[in-house]
T-cell receptor
């Protein structure tokens, strides 16, 4: 069975600073995908970034990057130059394959608060 | 593109009543997922469909829950009878597997309150 662990219930970061949100995962499958979603207070789920287990390079999407350390089974999200609008819940999730649609297993989330 | 559409956005009902949640996936998407979000259990998959066929319903809590996808553009999640512990936000998500999509597009969710 797959498992996602997010150990930081809440994080604070100052505007314009970088922040790292931790995510570790457990799976026996060699093929999997790792995702990060943002959930603002309005409630919608917004896709941020994806990393496949066979991808050699860390994924990047604008100010978001995924620090993928396969041996450590970690997939941390790095947000550079934080903005007030980044305040939200952030969920790490994984799928049981890569390159095709599959169900997601979510972590418990990290609430990020960006301060002035 | 209208995105994934869910209705109603909010539903308040009394214990024992039947509740039907509706979802319209993005046109052309062949996978549809139903998730539930609660404070206690977080986000969890209930069931998902591929080409209107249920593939994995292992997350459906019990017989009170049922889901259907009669065609490619419509799915329902029904709870009968509803109980207070069913109170949650129910999300529908879709993705196009045939075009190699992996990113799931989520609907705005239905907030269900069972009194």
């Amino acid at each position: 069975a797959q498992k996602i662990t997010q150990t930081q219930p809440g994080m604070f970061v100052q505007e314009k600073e970088a922040v790292t949100l931790d995510c570790t995962y457990d799976t026996s499958d060699p093929s999997y995908g790792l995702f990060w979603y943002k959930q603002p207070s309005s409630g919608e789920m917004i896709f941020l970034i994806y990393q496949g287990s066979y991808d050699q390079q860390n994924a990047t999407e604008g100010r978001y990057s995924l620090n993928f350390q396969k041996a450590r089974k970690s997939a941390n999200l790095v947000i550079s130059a934080s903005q007030l609008g980044d305040s939200a819940m952030y969920f790490c999730a994984m799928s049981d394959n890569t390159g095709t649609a599959s169900k997601l297993t979510f972590g418990t989330g990290t609430r990020l608060q960006v301060t002035l | 593109d209208a995105g994934v559409i869910q209705s109603p956005r909010h539903e308040v009902t009394e214990m024992g009543q039947e509740v039907t949640l509706r979802c319209k996936p993005i046109s052309g998407h062949d996978y549809l997922f139903w998730y539930r979000q609660t404070m206690m259990r977080g986000l969890e998959l209930l069931i998902y469909f591929n080409n209107n066929v249920p593939i994995d319903d292992s997350g459906m809590p019990e017989d009170r829950f049922s889901a259907k996808m009669p065609n490619a553009s419509f799915s329902t999640l029904k709870i009968q009878p509803s109980e207070p512990r069913d109170s949650a936000v129910y999300f529908c998500a879709s993705v196009s597997g045939t075009s190699g999509g992996i990113r799931q597009f989520f609907g705005p969710g239905t907030r269900l309150t069972v009194l």
